[in-house]
C-alpha cells in the first residue's frame, strides 16, 4: 500500500510540472538595436541603386559637399527662326509687263546680279523711244551750235543767238539724262542703253536681276502673268545666317541687350545647343501679349536651321544663389540625370536630379540637395559601372 501510494504521488507531481511548462510563456532573444540594423543595411545595401565604395573604388571616387555660388536665372522664351532681314531681297517687277521667260526655279542658289525672269513691256518701248528722241536733238543743237560759233566767228551772227542755241543744247542734254535714267529705272543695263543710242534698234523686253546672293525661298510669278512694280515676284535670302526671333516678357526684357551671347535649343535637332548674338531689341511693348520681341543672329553655315522652324531662346535673368554640382558628378541614364549620394560610410546612392545648362564646367541643380549631403564629386562614371555591373549579377 505504501508502494502504491508512492507511485500515484509521483504521477501526481508530474503531471503539475508538465502544466506548469505548459503555461509558461517563451522568452524572446534580445532585439538588435537600430543602430546595428542600420549598419547592417549599410553594410550590405539590397537597393539595386546604391553601391558600396571598395578600397580600389575608393581611389578613383572624390567626395565632398554641394557647393553654392551666384547664378543668373534661366529665362526659357519660346520662338522660331526666320530668314535674316538684312540679308534678304524681294524682287519686284521693274515695269508693267507679261512674263516672257523665268530663267530660276524655287530653292536654286542664285548670285548677284543674276538675271531671274524677263518682262515685255510697252512702255519700255515707249521709253526707249523717248531716248532716241532725246538723243536726236542733242544731236542737232550740238551741231547747230558749232555753226553758230562759226557765223558768230564770221561776224555773221551777234553773240545772243549764240547763246539762245548753247542753252537750247543745254535744255537737251538734260532731257536726254533724264531719258537715260528712266531707262535704267526701268531694268535696262548701261550696256543695252548704249547699244540702243548706236544702234537706234528699240528692244521692248527687260529683266529681273537678283539684287543679292542667296537661295529663292518664295516665287510667285508664271509665264505669261502681267505684272506691275507694285507686284513682289520672288524672294531670295542668304540663309547662311537665320534670325531666332522671340516675345520676350517684358518683366524679363530688361536683361537682354544688343550684341548679348545667348543660347538657342532646338528640339527639331535632338535638343541641340547653338549661340547667337542678339542683333536687335522691340522699342515697343506689345500691348495684347505683353512682350518685347527680340531678334538674335545665328549662324547657318550647312543650312540645317530652317526658316520657321521652333526653338527655345535660353536668356540670363536675375542672379540668385544657386547649387551647383561638377560636370563629372552627374551621370546620364535613360534620359535622366543622376548624382550618387552619400547614404553611410563607403555607401552611395543613384540620386535623381534636375540639373540646368552647363555654366563653367559646372551643372545648376534645378532642385536642391539637402545642404549636408556629400556627393561623389569626381568619378561618378566608373562607380555608375560598378553599381550597374553588380546589380546584373544578381
Known amino acids: 500500500m505504501t508502494s502504491s501510494l508512492l507511485k500515484t504521488t509521483t504521477l501526481a507531481l508530474t503531471i503539475a510540472l508538465g502544466l506548469s511548462a505548459c503555461g509558461k510563456k517563451e522568452t524572446p532573444a534580445p532585439a538588435a538595436s537600430s543602430e546595428n540594423a542600420a549598419a547592417q543595411n549599410t553594410a550590405?545595401?539590397?537597393?539595386?541603386?546604391?553601391?558600396?565604395?571598395?578600397?580600389?573604388?575608393?581611389?578613383?571616387?572624390?567626395?565632398g559637399t554641394i557647393s553654392t555660388t551666384s547664378v543668373a536665372e534661366t529665362i526659357r522664351v519660346a520662338g522660331q527662326f526666320n530668314v535674316n532681314q538684312y540679308k534678304t531681297s524681294r524682287v519686284g517687277a521693274p515695269i508693267t509687263g507679261r512674263i516672257t521667260d523665268i530663267n530660276v526655279e524655287f530653292g536654286q542658289s542664285v548670285g548677284q546680279g543674276q538675271v531671274l525672269a524677263e518682262i515685255n513691256s510697252q512702255e519700255l518701248a515707249q521709253a526707249q523711244l523717248n531716248f532716241l528722241r532725246a538723243h536726236s536733238q542733242q544731236q542737232l543743237l550740238t551741231r547747230a551750235v558749232e555753226r553758230a560759233q562759226l557765223l558768230l566767228s564770221a561776224d555773221v551772227i551777234g553773240s545772243a543767238e549764240l547763246q539762245r542755241r548753247q542753252n537750247e543744247l543745254t535744255v537737251a542734254l538734260a532731257e536726254k539724262r533724264a531719258a537715260f535714267d528712266q531707262l535704267r529705272t526701268l531694268g535696262l543695263s548701261t550696256k543695252r542703253i548704249e547699244a540702243l543710242e548706236?544702234?537706234?534698234?528699240?528692244?521692248?523686253?527687260?529683266?529681273?536681276?537678283?539684287?543679292?546672293?542667296?537661295?529663292?525661298?518664295?516665287?510667285?510669278?508664271?509665264?505669261?502673268?502681267?505684272?506691275?512694280?507694285?507686284?513682289?515676284?520672288?524672294?531670295?535670302?542668304?540663309?547662311?545666317?537665320?534670325?531666332?526671333?522671340?516675345q520676350v516678357?517684358?518683366?524679363?526684357?530688361?536683361?537682354?541687350?544688343?550684341?548679348?551671347?545667348?543660347?538657342?535649343?532646338?528640339?527639331?535637332?535632338?535638343?541641340?545647343?547653338?549661340?547667337?548674338?542678339?542683333?536687335?531689341i522691340a522699342d515697343v511693348v506689345n500691348p495684347e501679349t505683353r512682350t518685347v520681341l527680340v531678334g538674335v543672329e545665328v549662324q547657318n553655315p550647312e543650312r540645317t536651321l530652317k526658316?520657321?522652324?521652333?526653338?527655345?531662346?535660353?536668356?540670363?535673368?536675375?542672379?540668385?544663389?544657386?547649387?551647383?554640382?561638377?560636370?563629372?558628378?552627374?551621370?546620364?541614364?535613360?534620359?535622366?540625370?543622376?548624382?550618387?549620394?552619400?547614404?553611410?560610410?563607403?555607401?552611395?546612392?543613384?540620386?535623381?536630379?534636375?540639373?540646368?545648362?552647363?555654366?563653367?564646367g559646372q551643372r545648376v541643380l534645378a532642385r536642391p540637395l539637402p545642404d549636408e549631403a556629400r556627393i561623389v564629386l569626381d568619378g561618378a562614371f566608373h562607380l555608375n559601372n560598378v553599381r550597374a555591373q553588380r546589380a546584373l549579377s544578381k
Open 307 to 360: 526658316p520657321s522652324m521652333l526653338m527655345t531662346m535660353l536668356v540670363e535673368g536675375r542672379v540668385a544663389p544657386r547649387q551647383v554640382v561638377p560636370i563629372g558628378a552627374v551621370v546620364r541614364e535613360e534620359d535622366k540625370d543622376f548624382v550618387f549620394v552619400e547614404t553611410g560610410e563607403g555607401v552611395y546612392r543613384m540620386t535623381q536630379v534636375q540639373t540646368g545648362i552647363e555654366r563653367e
Open 44 to 63: 550590405a545595401p539590397n537597393d539595386p541603386m546604391s553601391v558600396r565604395v571598395d578600397a580600389e573604388l575608393a581611389k578613383r571616387v572624390k567626395l
Open 198 to 246: 548706236t544702234t537706234g534698234q528699240i528692244q521692248p523686253t527687260t529683266t529681273v536681276t537678283s539684287t543679292l546672293a542667296g537661295i529663292v525661298i518664295d516665287r510667285k510669278v508664271a509665264i505669261g502673268q502681267v505684272v506691275t512694280p507694285a507686284d513682289q515676284l520672288f524672294v531670295v535670302s542668304d540663309l547662311r545666317t537665320l534670325w531666332a526671333q522671340a
Open 249 to 280: 516678357p517684358e518683366q524679363d526684357a530688361q536683361f537682354i541687350k544688343r550684341g548679348q551671347r545667348v543660347q538657342i535649343e532646338v528640339p527639331a535637332l535632338d535638343n541641340k545647343v547653338i549661340l547667337g548674338k542678339v542683333e536687335y
